[in-house]
């Protein structure tokens, strides 16, 4: 292995740990596990708050856990994980993408259980910025410009958000996607054919369709750009990348069939557009601006009047100095695909609406165009930075970063707290007033102290931590001192995610909660969210999934079922029990205790493999054939990349 390749990877492996390190303790586990305890089925009192690493991770205790538990539990008994018989009608494991059961960075987790989540978190990072640095080069990037573009992409706030979903996995490969695609297109060859195929195929492991399909389009805008519109180039990586698709197509034509019928595809076609993103354009300087939802901060999301949550708004996020030197350096192939991506990604008026109208593309959240964004923006980023000056740039960058610190600090002093008490009054009042805050006025006065040390908490690390940055990498301009300007940047950028993913000790991993498991339950969210029923072997009638039916979900309408949360009322009445009495539930797990409403044992599902299943494996078999076929038509070689 080369030399620089290797310093690549130690540099790579140091930041993952970083994040990662904690999880890797004795008795601490990777993954917000603590969450549950503050469901009111673990609660004694449910206007007690209990607070939690990061209650924004809930998919991580609720769904992704769950999922892995029963199919190593299916797998261990002989059988293939076809369906979970614990939720709604045999909810789907193995046509599922999202359980990403063919992905190598999920299998830590199979086989070394609630340890394994680490594995797979430093897996992920680490290999992000190894195929960022190899897309780089092979863009004929320099050694350190390629470091700091693998940095960049690892520790964006796309990269680190969703650090533990499926999300990652697709995002990990996509840069290797790009680089191995510009090669094939260069150099026809045998090996650079099966390196976009391996690509392809892993990434559609990954679990994640739309990060994937965003990303392949943004992709082919490169190579359209690189090869001058030479249709075989284009040609041959198109072949190249569809095979590996299709190596999973015993997956994905399951999947496929599922999403036709499922309420989210009509629900996403036929869905208002919210409007412009406005909290997205702040975050991209701010990212702190309203907060966040760590144990020790305040996240006031609440306060939005279209609510955006921290990862959701904070997506394409690469550092606000990085952000400058990339604007700088405005020439470049990348910079161009990267702006016009984040402009999308910014729900424009008109361009939305345009973009729903558009089969396959109005199935996806336009948010993730953010994906592209970071992935060219992170691609010109270390070229830009090495390259970034200008003394009035410099001024500028550096009063910015001192007014951000002094109000930062200011905020987070004790003798702010008389003035953050009154203002977390008046936010409370408001809240009410809008019908976000149902409790008695008496329980947030007394949560009221918690509120303003955390409000000091967030300051300091969203504002004065992230100002004290800009200031240094504004001094470093000015005075020319590339190598600190440079640290200045990366370490605003990766404080920005450190302590997002918590590592929680397993004493704060609550007991199974006191719910019947001879009949089948219905719940809402915050009560019992519906997949934890697979943790502890309780049947819920519903599914925390988006390849619910729209069938199904009609029949949950009449119970108060609530499309936006996926759960029933957390006090149904009785016309609503009685419908989910109809549907085989036999008791309801309200907020004020367990309800029985019926006598019914229904069967549990069977574990059958999914529809078109027979179709899958053929697509999956033709995958292979045209791979096999492209590989083998030889070497012929093309221009070299242009960056």
């Given at each position: 292995m080369r030399r620089d390749v290797l310093i690549a990877l130690a540099i790579f492996t140091a930041i993952a740990l970083l994040y990662t390190g904690l999880g890797f303790l004795p008795n601490r586990v990777f993954a917000p596990l603590d969450i549950t305890r503050d469901f009111d089925a673990w609660k004694r009192d449910p206007n007690v708050r209990v607070r939690v690493s990061n209650r924004i991770l809930s998919d991580v205790a609720v769904q992704f856990v769950p999922w892995d538990a029963e199919i190593v539990r299916l797998a261990r008994a002989g059988e293939m994980p076809w369906r979970n018989q614990w939720a709604a009608d045999g909810a789907p494991l193995f046509a599922n993408p999202q359980t990403a059961m063919f992905s190598p960075f999920t299998w830590p987790r199979f086989v070394f259980g609630l340890r394994g989540w680490a594995i797979t978190a430093l897996l992920r990072l680490v290999v992000a910025m190894l195929m960022m640095y190899w897309l780089a080069r092979v863009m004929r990037a320099a050694h350190a410009a390629a470091l700091i573009s693998g940095i960049v992409y690892g520790t964006s706030a796309f990269g680190i958000c969703w650090l533990l979903y499926p999300h990652a996995n697709v995002?990990?490969?996509?840069?290797?996607?790009?680089?191995?695609s510009v090669m094939l297109a260069c150099e026809r060859s045998a090996r650079n054919v099966l390196l976009v195929v391996l690509c392809a195929a892993l990434a559609t492991a990954g679990g994640h369709p739309e990060t994937l399909f965003v990303s392949v389009i943004a992709i082919f805008a490169l190579l359209v750009m690189e090869c001058g519109g030479r249709a075989a180039a284009l040609g041959r990586v198109a072949i190249a990348q569809l095979a590996g698709f299709l190596l999973l197509g015993a997956q994905l034509v399951p999947f496929a069939k599922l999403l036709l019928d499922s309420d989210a595809r009509i629900a996403r076609a036929?869905?208002?557009?919210l409007g412009f993103r406005w909290t997205a354009l702040v975050a991209q300087i701010i990212p702190g601006f309203l907060g966040s939802p760590l144990r020790n901060e305040i996240d006031l999301t609440a306060l939005l009047p279209i609510p955006e949550n921290f990862t959701t708004r904070n997506l394409s996020f690469i550092g606000f100095v990085i952000m400058v030197a990339v604007v700088a350096r405005s020439r470049g192939r990348a910079v161009v695909i990267a702006l016009v991506a984040y402009l999308l990604a910014l729900r424009l008026p008109f361009?939305?609406?345009?973009f729903q109208k558009v089969p396959i593309l109005g199935w996806s959240a336009i948010e993730y165009w953010t994906v592209p964004f970071v992935l060219f923006a992170s691609l010109a980023a270390g070229p830009a930075l090495l390259e970034l000056t200008g003394r009035r740039k410099g001024i500028a960058v550096a009063i910015a970063g001192a007014l951000l610190m002094i109000g930062g600090l200011v905020v987070a002093l004790p003798a702010a707290r008389p003035l953050l008490t009154s203002t977390a009054r008046s936010g409370i009042e408001h809240l009410q007033a809008?019908?976000?805050?149902?409790?008695?006025?008496?329980?947030?006065?007394a949560r009221l102290a918690t509120y303003v040390a955390s409000a000091g908490t967030t300051a300091l690390k969203r504002a004065a931590i992230p100002g004290a940055c800009?200031?240094?990498?504004?001094?470093?301009l000015v005075t020319n001192r590339?190598?600190?300007?440079?640290?200045?940047?990366?370490?605003?950028?990766?404080?920005?995610?450190?302590?997002?993913?918590?590592?929680?000790?397993?004493?704060?991993?609550?007991?199974p909660p006191a719910i019947p498991r001879d009949g089948m339950i219905a719940s809402n969210i915050e009560v019992f969210p519906s997949n934890l029923g697979t943790q502890y072997h309780v049947r819920d009638v519903n599914s925390y999934d988006v390849l619910t039916s729209a069938a199904r979900i009609q029949a949950f309408l009449p119970a108060g079922y609530d499309r936006a949360t996926h759960g029933f009322p957390a006090e149904p009445t009785a016309a609503q029990l009685a419908v989910l009495a109809k549907l085989g539930v036999r008791y309801y797990v309200a907020k004020s205790g367990v309800i029985e409403i019926s006598r019914a044992t229904l069967p549990p599902p069977r574990n059958d493999p999914p529809e078109w299943l027979g179709w899958g494996i053929a697509t999956s078999i033709a995958g292979a054939v045209i791979a096999a076929a492209s590989a083998g038509r030889g070497s012929r070689r093309g221009s070299t990349p242009n960056p």
């Amino acid at each position: 292995m080369r030399r620089d390749v290797l310093i690549a990877l130690a540099i790579f492996t140091a930041i993952a740990l970083l994040y990662t390190g904690l999880g890797f303790l004795p008795n601490r586990v990777f993954a917000p596990l603590d969450i549950t305890r503050d469901f009111d089925a673990w609660k004694r009192d449910p206007n007690v708050r209990v607070r939690v690493s990061n209650r924004i991770l809930s998919d991580v205790a609720v769904q992704f856990v769950p999922w892995d538990a029963e199919i190593v539990r299916l797998a261990r008994a002989g059988e293939m994980p076809w369906r979970n018989q614990w939720a709604a009608d045999g909810a789907p494991l193995f046509a599922n993408p999202q359980t990403a059961m063919f992905s190598p960075f999920t299998w830590p987790r199979f086989v070394f259980g609630l340890r394994g989540w680490a594995i797979t978190a430093l897996l992920r990072l680490v290999v992000a910025m190894l195929m960022m640095y190899w897309l780089a080069r092979v863009m004929r990037a320099a050694h350190a410009a390629a470091l700091i573009s693998g940095i960049v992409y690892g520790t964006s706030a796309f990269g680190i958000c969703w650090l533990l979903y499926p999300h990652a996995n697709v995002f990990a490969i996509v840069p290797g996607l790009a680089a191995s695609s510009v090669m094939l297109a260069c150099e026809r060859s045998a090996r650079n054919v099966l390196l976009v195929v391996l690509c392809a195929a892993l990434a559609t492991a990954g679990g994640h369709p739309e990060t994937l399909f965003v990303s392949v389009i943004a992709i082919f805008a490169l190579l359209v750009m690189e090869c001058g519109g030479r249709a075989a180039a284009l040609g041959r990586v198109a072949i190249a990348q569809l095979a590996g698709f299709l190596l999973l197509g015993a997956q994905l034509v399951p999947f496929a069939k599922l999403l036709l019928d499922s309420d989210a595809r009509i629900a996403r076609a036929s869905g208002a557009t919210l409007g412009f993103r406005w909290t997205a354009l702040v975050a991209q300087i701010i990212p702190g601006f309203l907060g966040s939802p760590l144990r020790n901060e305040i996240d006031l999301t609440a306060l939005l009047p279209i609510p955006e949550n921290f990862t959701t708004r904070n997506l394409s996020f690469i550092g606000f100095v990085i952000m400058v030197a990339v604007v700088a350096r405005s020439r470049g192939r990348a910079v161009v695909i990267a702006l016009v991506a984040y402009l999308l990604a910014l729900r424009l008026p008109f361009v939305t609406q345009a973009f729903q109208k558009v089969p396959i593309l109005g199935w996806s959240a336009i948010e993730y165009w953010t994906v592209p964004f970071v992935l060219f923006a992170s691609l010109a980023a270390g070229p830009a930075l090495l390259e970034l000056t200008g003394r009035r740039k410099g001024i500028a960058v550096a009063i910015a970063g001192a007014l951000l610190m002094i109000g930062g600090l200011v905020v987070a002093l004790p003798a702010a707290r008389p003035l953050l008490t009154s203002t977390a009054r008046s936010g409370i009042e408001h809240l009410q007033a809008r019908g976000f805050l149902h409790q008695p006025a008496a329980v947030y006065e007394a949560r009221l102290a918690t509120y303003v040390a955390s409000a000091g908490t967030t300051a300091l690390k969203r504002a004065a931590i992230p100002g004290a940055c800009w200031l240094v990498a504004g001094i470093a301009l000015v005075t020319n001192r590339r190598r600190l300007l440079v640290a200045a940047a990366l370490a605003e950028l990766i404080l920005f995610g450190i302590g997002f993913n918590p590592a929680i000790d397993r004493r704060e991993i609550p007991g199974p909660p006191a719910i019947p498991r001879d009949g089948m339950i219905a719940s809402n969210i915050e009560v019992f969210p519906s997949n934890l029923g697979t943790q502890y072997h309780v049947r819920d009638v519903n599914s925390y999934d988006v390849l619910t039916s729209a069938a199904r979900i009609q029949a949950f309408l009449p119970a108060g079922y609530d499309r936006a949360t996926h759960g029933f009322p957390a006090e149904p009445t009785a016309a609503q029990l009685a419908v989910l009495a109809k549907l085989g539930v036999r008791y309801y797990v309200a907020k004020s205790g367990v309800i029985e409403i019926s006598r019914a044992t229904l069967p549990p599902p069977r574990n059958d493999p999914p529809e078109w299943l027979g179709w899958g494996i053929a697509t999956s078999i033709a995958g292979a054939v045209i791979a096999a076929a492209s590989a083998g038509r030889g070497s012929r070689r093309g221009s070299t990349p242009n960056p």
